[in-house]
């Protein structure tokens, strides 16, 4: 009787092309190993779980690092401060004569912004679908011209705190997924990390 | 007639509210409607466990044809445990409350 000889299956992919391919969609580092269930399944949670969050919470429930409540570039300033004197600040717009601008605040202290927005970190792993759904956070946050208002609402308590946990940990069970499914490819076997 | 008689003094406000709110609700742009009272959110955490249950049994799982059942298994004894959790938890706040207020 023929069976799959796995270890040449995957023996063609290397770990990090499968770990690629994890997160750029969710479950395909399984399918490349030629593990269609394992990879659907994974898969349609992950992208179910984080559609949900949003549904849940708005895409707003995403804060994207290096931008504002109001869907522009943060930026560093220098404020004169009659008080203490010199101190830095973020800010959104930098209209104010005593503020001198240092640049985006993601290239003058990216540490620093991404440590203010942690759930960035968990929710990025989800891959392209939550980049691009940051950039539609970005955009909904951005006023409407008419009212002056931003067009998408940001929710608050607990629909905020659910729609944040589903999103996250969308991304944390991506890469979940994307260390074991590069591990299996290390091993030379679909069922190498479960061994 | 006391079925109708509920239903249209106890339902049917809070059904019509809740239509309306799905009604005027953009996907995506603003939050999901229907209140979010505290009897409410405690079901969003089901999904949430049915979901870790999937993919942690489909990790750790050699056959796929188990998982359905495993995830089903490990759902039930993540509520149970969070419930335990949660009784714990009110039990120890009670006890603060009657000793200390």
């Given at each position: ?5 796995y270890?040449?299956?995957v ?22 190993l030629?593990d269609?269930?394992r ?145 299996r490819?290390?091993q030379g076997s679909p069922q190498g990390a479960a061994q | ?59 750790k799982c050699e056959s796929m ?37």
């Open positions: 009787m023929p069976t799959t000889d270890s040449a299956l023996s063609r992919r290397s770990p990090t092309t499968v770990a690629a391919a994890g997160w750029l969609v969710p479950g395909a580092g399984y399918l490349l030629g269609r269930a990879g659907l399944t994974v898969g349609i949670t992950v992208v179910v779980l984080f559609v949900g969050g949003l549904l849940i919470g708005g895409v707003r429930v995403l804060e994207v690092p290096g931008y504002g409540p109001h869907g522009r570039p943060l930026e560093t300033v220098v404020v004169r401060d009659r008080q203490s004197g010199l101190r830095e600040d973020v800010v959104e717009e930098t209209s104010d004569e005593n503020q001198r601008d240092l640049g985006w605040v993601m290239r003058v202290h990216p540490i620093d912004e991404i440590r203010n927005k942690p759930w960035s970190i968990a929710q990025v792993m989800a891959g392209p679908l939550a980049v691009a759904a940051g950039a539609g956070a970005v955009m909904a946050s951005e006023r409407d011209v008419a009212t002056g208002l931003p067009v998408g609402a940001r929710s608050h308590a607990r629909v905020n705190e659910i729609g944040v946990l589903y999103t996250a940990i969308a991304g944390m069970l991506n890469l979940l997924a994307i260390i074991d499914a590069s591990h490819a290390a | 007639m006391i079925a109708a008689g509920v239903c249209v003094n106890f339902f049917m406000p809070h059904l019509a509210s809740l239509v309306t709110g799905v009604l005027a609700w953009t996907p995506f742009l603003q939050p999901m409607p229907g209140g979010w009272r505290d009897s409410v959110w405690p079901w969003f955490m089901l999904p949430l466990c049915l979901a870790v249950s999937v993919v942690y049994k489909s990790i044809r188990h998982v359905p059942r495993q995830a089903v298994e490990i759902t039930v004894w993540i509520i149970l445990g969070m419930g335990g959790a949660a009784a714990l938890l009110a039990i120890l706040v009670r006890s603060v409350e009657y000793f200390h207020g």
